[in-house]
């Protein structure tokens, strides 16, 4: 029998500034109701919180997503879940490479 992965979750919350005035359905307190009730969905381990507030998303050197990247590394956490990909970032080619060599699935 296989052993089975336990399933430990980081959650990325991220608001830049303009992205405040986009209202109420993109705030930090939203993203983690969200994000908190998918992971408890799934049966998953909610094991860290990463926010970037007031924060914009056309880079990554953001402090809240260097100690989620540094925690992934260390294998803290094994899935990151966010609302969706532009709180990840903004640059979608480097979002990309996230995605395909970082954290392949």
Known sequence: MAKQT?????IYLR???????????????NQKMILTKFVHDKGW????????????????????????LADAQLGKINIVVVKDLSRFGRNYIEVGRYIDYIFPI
């Open 6 to 10: 336990e399933n430990n979750v980081g």
């Open 15 to 29: 608001l830049s500034k303009e992205d405040m005035l986009e209202g109420e359905s993109l705030s930090i307190e």
């Open 45 to 68: 381990n909610l094991v860290s919180e990463y926010v970037d507030d007031g924060y914009s998303g056309t880079d990554f050197d953001r402090p809240g997503i260097q100690k989620l």
